[in-house]
């Protein structure tokens, strides 16, 4: 099956400043990678996804990067605010419709 | 709208019950996904549900554990003879539709503790 590994495991910014996740995947038939931001105690919510067939997506202040290749994608927070302190999951898709998850970013934003 | 409700919220068990978890999704979403989410931890794919079919039960960590779905809607998560190592928290998502690429939209969880 499929095997997401995460890194880091937490991650500490200056407010200001960019954070980069970093995920890889072992399946190479996965075709849809999202991720989602779990704040303390709620409901994890996608904030970004991406699809084997685009290389790179962005959205105001996040973007996220494809290596198919590599079997790598990545997360990019720029300009990191207080209100993106999160928990950050990457996952990964095949088409058995599953979610295959990463252990977590932890994400702290120093003011 | 409404999001994806779950019920209850937290859960409390001796070991050895059986609990039922509830999962409400959002109106006309045909897909149905459970998750556990042990303390610090990623998701754990349980099951999912096409309708009522649940085509895959791999996911579910022992023959204690199991799901139905009823009338293409509400979803029950039914733990038989409780242990501590199922206290997590228990993630329900749905789809509009079952396929890759459709987002998944979750609830709010029942932390599920086992004593």
């Known amino acids: 099956g499929e095997n997401v590994e995460q890194h880091p495991s937490t991650l500490s910014v200056q407010e200001g400043d960019s954070a980069v996740i970093k995920c890889t995947y072992s399946?190479?038939?996965?075709?849809?990678f999202p991720w989602y931001k779990q704040e303390l105690g709620k409901r994890p919510q996608l904030i970004i996804d991406?699809?084997?067939?685009?290389g790179e997506k962005k959205d105001q202040r996040i973007a996220v990067t494809l290596n198919k290749t590599a079997k790598h994608f990545s997360l990019h927070i720029t300009e990191t605010q207080p209100e993106d302190s999160a928990v950050y999951f990457c996952?990964?898709?095949?088409?058995?419709?599953?979610?295959?998850f990463g252990a977590g970013t932890t994400v702290t934003v120093r003011a | 709208g409404a999001g994806v409700s779950q019920s209850p919220s937290n859960k409390v068990t001796e070991k050895g019950k059986d609990v039922e978890l509830r999962c409400d999704p959002i109106?006309?979403?045909?897909?149905l996904y459970w998750y556990r989410q042990s303390l610090g931890q990623g998701l754990e794919f349980l099951i999912y549900?096409?309708?009522?079919?649940?085509?895959?039960k791999s996911g579910l960590p022992s023959d204690r554990f199991s799901a139905e779905r009823t009338g293409g809607s509400v979803s029950t998560l039914t733990i038989q003879r409780t242990q501590q190592e199922d206290s997590a928290v228990y993630l329900c998502?749905?789809?509009?539709?079952?396929?890759?690429?459709?987002?998944?939209?979750f609830g709010p969880g029942t932390r599920l503790l086992v004593l």
């Open positions: 109106s006309g979403h045909t897909a």
């Open positions: 991406i699809r084997s067939n685009v």
């Open positions: 399946d190479s038939a996965s075709n849809y």
């Open positions: 996952a990964a898709s095949t088409n058995d419709y599953k979610l295959s």
């Open positions: 998502a749905s789809s509009l539709m079952l396929g890759a690429g459709e987002t998944q939209y």
């Open positions: 549900f096409q309708g009522n079919s649940a085509p895959d």
